[in-house]
């Protein structure tokens, strides 16, 4: 698995660029709420996949994807998209709680932040434990909610969303697996 450790920071950027860019695709099947939180998160993966960021840039990072989790879920109550949105947002929370434990972890000793691309934190504590939970919540969501998508969105706005559903996914779990 070393092999698949310096990989993992630019796959993950892949599954958030592709999340991205299918819920861009959607168009009106996505609220402005929902395009916005794939945007931020697409952003902040690229920047921890570049390693540009240090642990002031991981708070700054996670505040802006709590924020867009939160502006995520803002006015869709009732809405048929309303449970993309809180998926999305649980995306940002889990992306927002994996940039402050990289932030409270000295990623620099031993070269493990270049070979990561992010704070290089290994599986203990609060935040790693959120992170995982959250994971599985993302997968889980995904895998519901393929199964109620084909009765909300018809045509290429159910594919839109199924592909991002699922990049997001694939997403959160590389960055579990970089951890």
């Not at 939180?37 to 505040?63: F, P, T």
């Not at 997968?139 to 009765?151: C, I, L, M, P, T």
């Amino acid at each position: 698995m070393d092999f698949l450790l310096p990989a993992a920071s630019w796959l993950m950027a892949a599954a958030a660029l592709v999340s991205a860019g299918a819920c861009l695709a959607a168009r009106r099947a996505v609220p402005w709420q929902g395009r916005q939180a794939a945007v931020v998160m697409a952003s902040g993966m690229l920047l921890m996949a570049a390693g540009v960021l240090d642990a002031l840039g991981d708070i700054i990072w996670g505040a802006l994807l709590l924020l867009s989790a939160m502006l995520g879920t803002m006015g869709v109550r009732g809405m048929p998209s309303a449970p993309a949105c809180c998926h999305r947002a649980l995306g940002s929370l889990v992306m927002a709680a994996c940039m402050f434990e990289s932030a409270s972890t000295p990623g620099s000793v031993a070269g493990v932040e270049a070979a990561l691309g992010h704070g290089g934190h290994g599986l203990g504590g609060v935040l790693s434990a959120f992170v995982l939970v959250g994971a599985l919540g993302v997968v889980g969501w995904a895998f519901a909610a393929s199964w109620r998508r084909s009765e909300l969105h018809r045509g290429g706005a159910a594919r839109s969303l199924t592909v991002e559903s699922w990049a997001m996914a694939g997403g959160v779990v590389v960055m579990c697996a970089g951890m």
